[in-house]
């Protein structure tokens, strides 16, 4: 039984090694949350600058991302069986955690 369970917990580590989120993936993930959050924003609540804003990103997603992208520092961290990602910006924080091809952020995002 002790064997089993050391060749099961081996595979999950090398199932992680080999699975692991790169930085180009962390990226696509970073502007496929921006998107969606851009989508998601209601126009009613939204006043002046902030709803011709939000306007300008609807039409052009892809400049309005890169824009966002510019104000975000972003630092990939590679933890050898998962990678941890910080994006500060824009008086907000969140730490993710990349593992099994997938990210997930604890707690979401923070005020600094």
């Known amino acids: 039984m002790l064997k089993f369970l050391a060749g099961m917990l081996t595979m999950a580590a090398l199932a992680a090694l080999v ?3 790169s930085p180009i993936d962390a990226e696509t993930e970073l502007r496929r949350q921006l998107a ?3 989508a998601a924003q ?3 609540g939204a006043k002046g600058l902030d ?3 939000l306007i300008a990103c609807r039409v052009d997603t892809a400049t309005c991302l890169d824009l966002l992208r510019a104000g975000l520092d972003v ?3 590679d933890r050898i069986l998962y990678a941890r990602v ?3 910006g ?3 924080r969140v730490a993710c955690y990349g593992l099994y091809t997938r990210f ?3 707690g979401g995002l923070q005020p600094q």
């Open 36 to 38: 969606e959050t851009i």
């Open 75 to 77: 630092t990939y961290e």
């Open 19 to 21: 699975t692991k989120p």
């Open 42 to 44: 209601d126009l009613a």
């Open 90 to 92: 824009f008086d907000r």
């Open 104 to 106: 997930t952020c604890p």
């Open 86 to 88: 910080t994006v500060t």
């Open 51 to 53: 709803a011709a804003a």
